[in-house]
């Protein structure tokens, strides 16, 4: 979820819009959930007839993005932080336990879904010792635990590590460095992702196992194709103005958005999960409409997010400047 000002480096825009696109879809996908008790996750059984697209194109659709995203940004930190100290997995494993600190008061305070403290303990155990690693070994590991995860089913989140690394080796690669050169390879890879996903998701339909969170890698996969595909295309300005502010300020949004659902499920009251489809798109798009407008007016004046800078503060023990001037 990381949007770190890489110094030195120009940003990857590519990366802002993709990243702030995915926040709009977990926000969309987080709405009951958060609302209901702040903590109980709606299954699929409790949902209504009317909230099965969202099964379809959203639900655990977003959050594999957000994974590869936590990698690239992890390897790219690494790299930043090895030009400029001796020290970089120092560097890492503070910024990885300060993550620790602000999720597990997320998930106390706010929301038991936080998302935040696992992906620290991940980093942790998996991301922060694989940079030790030759990058095809990395590579070869994330093949594995991706294709272990899948094959046990063993949950929403086991994919993470295998999406951790996918990402850390795409940046080792020189993949995203690459990212914005050519749409061939993305709109190729965006027809296999969607001609997979048909019989993914008619195999999620019939409740085999494994199909919810292969669907899931294949629709994300192809979303991220079609972004990229369209960043080739006049649309471009568009899509950065709409996504890049999200995108750039993520960290602080994700947070301030279970307050804001929090706040709308007191005000509308009732059993969130039986809400109409209807107050889920109202309050998802409200709370996104409020945060575009936040998120581009702070970035007017300061180089990130609020959150992130502090993250920023935490991880290079020193105080980073936050006005654009």
Same mark, same amino acid.
């Given at each position: 979820?990381?949007? =770190? ?13 993709? %990243? ?23 299954? =699929? *059984?409790? !949902? ?23 990698? @690239? ?8 932080? /090895?030009? %400029? ?8 494993? #503070? ?26 303990? $991940?980093?942790?155990? &998996? ?19 991706? +294709? ?10 086991? &994919? ?10 795409? *940046?080792?690669?020189? $993949?995203?460095?690459? @990212? ?17 996903? &048909? ?9 085999? %196992? ?13 979303? &991220? ?15 950065? !103005? $709409? ?6 300020? /993520? ?5 301030? /958005? ?24 109202? @309050?998802?798009? !409200? @709370? ?7 998120? *581009?007016?702070?970035?007017? #004046?300061? %180089?990130?997010?609020?959150? =992130? ?9 020193? #105080?980073?400047?936050? #006005? +654009?001037?």
């Amino acid at each position: 979820m990381s949007s =770190e000002v890489r110094q030195g480096r120009p940003r990857i825009a590519a990366l802002d819009v993709i %990243r702030g696109f995915a926040l709009c879809g977990i926000l969309l996908a987080n709405v009951r959930p958060i609302a209901d008790a702040g903590g109980v996750v709606v299954s =699929e *059984t409790q !949902a209504s007839a009317a909230h099965a697209w969202l099964g379809l194109l959203v639900d655990q659709r977003f959050y594999p993005i957000f994974s590869v995203l936590f990698g @690239i940004g992890f390897s790219l930190l690494l790299r930043s932080a /090895a030009e %400029r100290t001796a020290r970089p997995r120092l560097l890492l494993l #503070r910024r990885l336990l300060a993550l620790l600190a602000l999720g597990l008061a997320h998930h106390l305070l706010l929301w038991q879904g936080d998302i935040l403290a696992v992906y620290a303990v $991940v980093g942790l155990v &998996v991301l922060l010792p694989s940079t030790w690693l030759p990058r095809w070994a990395v590579a070869g590991l994330a093949l594995a635990l991706l +294709t272990g995860a899948l094959v046990l089913a063993a949950g929403q989140f086991a &994919v993470v590590p295998g999406l951790f690394l996918l990402g850390s080796a795409l *940046t080792r690669y020189g $993949v995203i460095d690459r @990212i914005e050169r050519s749409a061939r390879v993305p709109a190729l890879l965006g027809v296999l992702f969607a001609a997979l996903a &048909v019989p993914a998701s008619l195999l999620q339909a019939g409740e085999v %196992r494994f199909a919810m969170a292969l669907a899931g890698l294949l629709i994300a996969g192809g979303y &991220v194709c079609g972004l990229l595909v369209l960043l080739r295309t006049p649309l471009r300005p568009v899509l950065e !103005a $709409v996504f890049a502010p999200l995108g750039r300020m /993520a960290l602080t949004n994700y947070l301030t /958005a279970t307050m804001l659902v929090l706040m709308a499920a007191a005000l509308l009251g009732g059993a969130p999960h039986e809400w109409p489809l209807a107050w889920v798109l109202i @309050i998802a798009g !409200a @709370i996104l409409l409020l945060q575009w407008l936040w998120s *581009t007016l702070w970035l007017g #004046r300061y %180089r990130q997010g609020p959150i =992130e800078w502090l993250w920023r503060w935490a991880t290079w023990a020193r #105080r980073p400047a936050l #006005r +654009t001037s």
